[in-house]
């Protein structure tokens, strides 16, 4: 089972540390393709966190179902408006089952990358195919690895570089790991945390569709439904599983 690495002391500062992925120009394109996907289906979110996609999508009248490891995170999401539309289960989104036959299911923000191994990442394909009825939708929307920007013999990239914020990903290209350090002022001292993650390409996130009996129907290199291309430094991807 993955680790809980989004404890209270993670979770407190969260929205605060991730205040730009909480910009309405942000949270806005992704909520109208996955509200446009969804079609009025009820929606799965694995790694719902503190609710950023899926309370505006529970506003535009879409049933929600969370599931999410960590509890401190999840009592973010319950303490804001709208949070009792948001039904919410406590697990790891590889392999916990919720009641219900959903018509979409979205990881977004690299969170398919919090399952550090690929059998874990495997058995979350099957889990959400699992979930999906017929025609039913699985949108990821993740970074490609910059591996590319690594000088020979390097390990370690810059992500953001500031005053008061500082990140850093280190790459192990032998085993696809990673771990992201992130490194802030907080009323004037410095704190730091680091998250493990296991890197994933596009070519490889298809054939573990696949292996769930899903397709590939769509890739963009954005919410904004443009061309995905060998310059995109991200994806969103959408696989289905067939009809009846």
Not at 74 to 81: E, F, Q, S, V
Not at 184 to 200: A, E, T
């Amino acid at each position: 089972m993955p680790v809980d690495c989004f404890t209270e002391r993670v979770a407190e500062r969260y929205d605060a540390s991730e205040a730009e992925m909480f910009a309405p120009a942000v949270v806005a394109p992704a909520v109208d393709v996955l509200a446009d996907l969804a079609a009025g289906r009820p929606v799965l979110e694995l790694g719902i966190g503190t609710g950023r996609i899926a309370l505006p999508l529970g506003e535009r009248g879409l049933r929600v179902h969370g599931i999410d490891l960590s509890p401190a995170m999840i009592t973010r999401l319950r303490a804001k408006p709208g949070a009792e539309r948001i039904r919410v289960t406590v697990g790891d989104f590889a392999r916990t089952r919720v009641p219900g036959i959903f018509g979409l299911a979205y990881l977004v923000f690299n969170t398919i990358m919090n399952l550090t191994t690929q059998d874990e990442q495997v058995a979350c394909f099957r889990n959400v195919a699992d979930h999906l009825g017929p025609g039913g939708l699985f949108v990821i929307e993740v970074g490609v690895p910059a591996l590319q920007r690594l000088p020979p013999g390097e390990t370690i990239r810059p992500f953001t570089v500031s005053a008061r914020k500082l990140g850093f990903d280190e790459y192990d290209v032998a085993t696809q790991r990673l771990v992201s350090h992130h490194y802030s002022l907080v009323d004037g001292q410095s704190d730091g945390f680091s998250i493990p993650f296991r890197y994933v390409w596009p070519a490889e996130l298809d054939l573990m569709a696949q292996l769930a009996g899903m397709k590939l129907r769509e890739r963009w290199s954005g919410w904004g439904r443009k061309a995905f291309t060998s310059d995109s430094t991200k994806h969103v991807s959408v696989w289905e599983k067939p009809g009846r």
